[in-house]
């Protein structure tokens, strides 16, 4: 597809069950971002992936949160044993470079978890 | 840590009153960027400002990007009920070579008809 994909769409998981969340980047953009908006706020950086360096997970909230993009491309956001508070919006965003002057973000429809 | 942060968090105008939001970064910016958020919708980006000073237009929307590139603003004329939704301002921070975009606090603007 021509934009940045995310699945699933919503994700009703149950209190201590591991989530994986998708975000499928616009071919060729080298950065990749994940954000978490819950109802009402303002998005919190969580992880920063450009090209081949280390991410920037300075934003992770605990060690249950973990990502990986496999091949510069796909990107998967693993949350486990997750808790009501993980509740959000996930928002993947793409662009094509990164550094300090990235150009526009991209960003996916959102993956909706709910954590009953 | 390096923030952004926008006034006011809410604002409802009657339409066709003006509109504007601040963003505030607690770092010098070397650019700044402009998203809407439409409610339901994901962030769209709408103008980058990267010069001391810059103003932009598109139509009604007015950017400025401040002296010090700390802080800038998003101004609306005659607002519209197509104009709802919350703006963010978004911002490069980090040191040499490891740059990533946080986003500030974000402005929902309600128009009422």
């Known amino acids: 597809g021509a934009g940045v994909s995310q699945s699933p769409s919503n994700k009703v998981t149950e209190k201590g069950k591991d989530v994986e969340l998708r975000c499928d980047p616009i071919?060729?953009?080298?950065?990749l971002y994940w954000y978490r908006q819950s109802l009402g706020q303002g998005l919190e950086f969580l992880i920063y992936f450009q090209g081949n360096s280390a991410p920037d997970k300075s934003g992770l909230p605990s060690d249950r949160f973990s990502a990986e993009r496999t091949g510069g491309s796909v990107s998967t956001l693993t949350i486990q044993r997750t808790q009501q508070e993980d509740s959000a919006v996930y928002l993947c965003?793409?662009?094509?470079?990164?550094?300090?002057?990235?150009?526009?973000?991209?960003f996916g429809e959102g993956s909706r978890l709910t954590v009953l | 840590g390096q923030q952004v942060m926008q006034i006011p968090q809410y604002q409802h105008v009657q339409e066709g009153e003006d509109f504007t939001t601040y963003c505030n970064s607690s770092t010098t910016l070397s650019n700044i960027q402009w998203y809407k958020q439409r409610p339901g919708g994901h962030p769209v980006f709408l103008i980058q400002l990267v010069k001391s000073g810059e103003v932009k237009k598109q139509k009604r929307l007015t950017f400025q990007f401040g002296e010090a590139k700390k802080n800038s603003s998003l101004h609306i004329t005659a607002t519209q009920t197509t104009d709802v939704g919350t703006y963010f301002c978004a911002g490069p921070v980090g040191t040499s070579g490891t740059y990533k975009y946080i986003f500030g606090t974000g402005t929902r603007l309600k128009v009422l008809a």
């Open positions: 965003a793409s662009s094509l470079v990164g550094g300090s002057s990235t150009g526009e973000l991209f």
């Open positions: 071919s060729g953009h080298t950065a």
